[in-house]
């Protein structure tokens, strides 16, 4: 049985319905509606309070009518009540993690994975604030996530009391919004307006903040939402005038090139992009977190841009006279050396965030909406067109790049290549499979050499760039899709940071396969100490623990792997292992140490100027 | 500073949100001249004015990057539009006997007031815009400034003049008030417009 199965106690579930029908009715009843007499008989109600309900109750009551599955979190002093709430209900999973970092990396996780709402849910003080690296890290990667903390009780606030840590305050930049409830009557509005802020427009975490005293006022009605002004309305159609605008654009350009990112992936737009690039005949790049929505492999795409990406990605975008840049921030990693990047190219920029238009570069059409209705309106607009352009010259011409900057790497047996290994997994998972990455060489050796296909297959720390992501990352996704294999892909200087997690997927028979790229340096400084610093290691050089065994100390398994021969076994054997038993495999393979990522975009540099793969020259 | 945007911004009135939008700006780089806030006519909602330093890319992004805050309902970017705007000034200025004729001609040009005399000097009060409040300042400098305090500059587009068709819908149909579903900025708009011409 899954361990994620709802728990059949009828009582409780009679609670739950009580609960949602007492939603329903609320809601048509309007914000007056006294309390349901009939609800309040229910034989799990507290015994200290004279309302039917206190504001814990009605915090589980909008989750439940949100349709939360799961919780990850860590109770304490200041969210006691909120948990015991849970534990009377029992019909929200809730996991408890070794680190509140984790919980929110696993939220993160699981949002990515299945397209919903991740929530996490901690006490105060040091429990919320060890929230912060996960919700900045969705907030620069638009992940949906809504984050419960709790807080001293109103009449501390602001005298730094024990465990008080202004949440509100120390979130503001990291949250796409973020609340502190001051009365019971708000709570069920706030809930509701949270995670629709979190899931709708351009996602993004939400916190809210609730002192203790909140959670224990008695509370008459779970769900009375007193509409507060805003201006809140996320833009999804696209302008049709703009639209038209893009369109008869497309039709004179001569080197078009998309661009697509992570928008297109949030939007469930890739059938459309797919669509676009096969009626047109344009090309299409994928920036890190655009990674899955066109398939590796297609004679359209060209692989990711930037810094790390292929040398034809990179001159294409630099050959291009227009780009069609869609879900795509044209982030700092994608562009290079601003006033180099696409010096011939004119942009049409597709986004659900207006900020994101014009914010790096400036833009012929900006189109301000989802990615899927605007793209399923250009495909529409080219389908009407009477004569197809003719891109064959131009696709030629890439071609050409593209044979002579191969992705290659320097093999140097018996040293394990570590693109190698990705290169064994691409070809060894099914094309479902989830693959997680921590934040390094190995991520970007997974960007490059493993052959991304479906979207929502690739969970990687995008923006932030947040070592550690990986391991609670990959359980957050395994919880929200069990039915899929979930492989992470680590270093090990990443591995060790949130490694406690490690206890989490055990005590959930969370089966997954880590696979450590083991190079015994944080590799990616390594490598610009090689290439920019003269070959100095300034703390670099690491000396890990044995994964293998601290992983079977933790309750998992782990294996060592040093050799090719050993590695293809092993990984079946992993695979095996994580889908029988449900637990935690470890594969710690030791690598080559010194290896490199190219190509390379030198940083300052334009991305025409990449350092191709080893044995290759740049001309021109 | 001839490259300063008033800025309207009509913001929920909740605790911290005053923090939101100053955060904002010192976290994007963007300079504030003056900012005032105050209740508007609904008390669940505020009215932000604030003034803004910069180019018409930076006043862009401004506007978007308040528009993407939950708490924001409605921004008006009044660079340009016909408007009245206003700052109160109160200031402090050394008048001895000989000098005070001369000073009080000042405060009838400036229809300002005198809100207090002594043997120290006086305190002046003059409302305007932007201009008529340096000018007033630069006048009174050489007498001998003690004290000053000024608001920030508020503002309120005219609903009637010459350009307020324009500006309150453009040519090609583009609501430039209605925020969050086109949103489409004064630059987009000049392109589009060249975009048509092509044929």
């Known amino acids: 049985m899954s361990p994620f199965s709802h728990k059949s106690n009828t009582a409780r579930d009679e609670l739950g319905l009580m609960l949602s029908r007492q939603i329903r009715l609320t809601h048509s009843g309007g914000p007056n509606s006294g309390p349901r007499k009939d609800a309040m008989n229910t034989p799990a109600k507290p015994q200290d309070h004279k309302a039917a309900y206190t504001g814990a109750d009605a915090v589980v009551a909008c989750l439940k009518h949100q349709g939360v599955e799961v919780i990850f979190g860590m109770t304490g002093g200041s969210i006691m009540p909120v948990y015991d709430a849970l534990f009377r209900d029992g019909s929200i999973q809730h996991m408890i993690v070794g680190h509140e970092q984790g919980a929110a990396h696993m939220a993160e996780g699981y949002a990515r994975a299945t397209g919903k709402v991740g929530v996490v849910m901690t006490t105060s003080g040091p429990g919320a604030t060890n929230l912060v690296t996960g919700l900045a890290d969705a907030f620069m990667d638009s992940t949906p996530m809504v984050a419960i903390t709790g807080q001293v009780t109103s009449n501390l606030l602001g005298n730094d009391a024990f465990q008080e840590a202004d949440m509100r305050g120390i979130t503001m930049p990291i949250t796409k919004h973020n609340y502190q409830i001051s009365s019971v009557d708000e709570l069920p509005g706030v809930f509701a307006e949270a995670f629709f802020v979190a899931l709708s427009g351009r996602p993004g975490p939400v916190l809210i903040d609730l002192p203790k005293d909140v959670m224990t006022a008695p509370c008459d009605h779970l769900l009375a939402a007193p509409s507060a002004p805003t201006g809140y309305k996320p833009p999804y159609r696209g302008h049709p005038l703009q639209i038209e605008r893009a369109l008869k654009v497309l039709a004179q350009a001569k080197q078009p090139v998309i661009l697509a990112g992570g928008g297109v992936i949030i939007a469930g737009a890739h059938e459309e992009l797919r669509e676009l690039a096969r009626i047109t005949g344009i090309p299409v790049s994928t920036s890190l977190m655009g990674l899955g929505a066109f398939p590796a492999g297609d004679e359209l795409y060209l692989g990711m841009p930037g810094m790390h990406g292929t040398g034809y990605a990179n001159l294409a975008l630099h050959q291009a006279d227009l780009i069609l840049c869609v879900g795509n921030r044209l982030d700092d990693r994608v562009t290079g050396q601003l006033d180099t990047f696409a010096p011939n190219a004119q942009f049409i920029h597709i986004d659900v965030d207006a900020s994101e238009i014009g914010k790096n570069l400036p833009c012929l059409v900006p189109i301000v909406g989802d990615a899927k209705p605007v793209l399923a309106a250009m495909v529409k607009g080219v389908a009407a067109w009477d004569e197809k352009p003719d891109y064959s010259l131009w696709r030629d011409q890439i071609e050409t790049w593209k044979s002579c900057y191969p992705m290659t790497y320097a093999d140097k047996s018996p040293a394990i290549a570590p693109q190698a290994v990705v290169e064994l997994l691409g070809r060894t998972l099914p094309q479902e499979a989830i693959v997680v990455t921590g934040v390094g060489q190995h991520q970007m050796y997974t960007t490059q050499f493993y052959p991304f296909k479906e979207p929502r297959t690739l969970i990687s720390s995008g923006g932030l760039g947040t070592m550690g992501f990986g391991l609670p990352a990959a359980v957050g996704a395994k919880v929200g899709a069990p039915d899929k294999e979930v492989v992470l892909i680590d270093g090990d200087g990443s591995f060790l940071m949130t490694i406690q997690e490690l206890a989490t997927a055990v005590r959930y028979k969370v089966g997954i396969v880590v696979l450590i790229l083991n190079n015994n340096f944080l590799g990616m400084v390594r490598q610009w100490q090689e290439m920019f610093l003269d070959k100095r290691q300034a703390e670099t050089d690491l000396q890990p623990p044995p994964y293998a065994r601290v992983a079977q100390a933790f309750g998992g398994l782990g294996r060592e792997v040093s050799t090719t021969e050993e590695l293809v076994e092993a990984i079946a054997w992993a695979r095996a292992e994580a889908a029988e038993k449900h637990l935690p495999v470890v594969l710690d393979v030791a690598v080559a140490r010194e290896a490199l990522v190219l190509p390379m975009v030198p940083p300052g540099g334009a991305n025409a100027d990449f350092i191709p793969c080893p044995g290759q020259k740049r001309e021109e | ?199």
């Open chain 2, 1 to 199: 500073m001839d490259n300063l945007s008033p800025i309207s911004v009509l913001v929920r009135n909740e605790r911290g949100v005053l923090s939101r939008v100053s955060g904002l700006f010192a976290r994007r780089g963007f300079n504030i001249y003056s900012l005032a806030v105050g209740e508007t006519d609904d008390p669940k909602v505020s009215r932000i004015s604030v003034v803004v330093a910069g180019d018409p890319p930076v006043i862009d992004q401004v506007v978007k990057q308040l528009r993407r805050l939950v708490s924001v309902i409605k921004v008006s970017d009044l660079t340009g539009r016909p408007r009245v705007e206003r700052g109160l000034l109160m200031i402090k200025v050394n008048a001895p006997h000989d000098k005070r004729g001369e000073l009080l001609q000042l405060v009838q040009i400036f229809r300002a007031r005198v809100d207090h005399v002594d043997n120290q000097g006086l305190i002046l009060e003059v409302t305007g815009n932007r201009e008529k409040l340096e000018a007033f300042i630069d006048l009174l400098r050489p007498h001998g400034i003690q004290e000053m305090a000024r608001t920030g500059q508020i503002a309120m587009a005219r609903s009637q003049g010459p350009m307020a068709d324009y500006w309150s819908e453009s040519a090609s149909g583009y609501d430039m008030e209605e925020e969050g579903t086109y949103n489409i900025s004064r630059a987009a708009e000049r392109l589009a417009q060249e975009i048509d011409k092509q044929d």
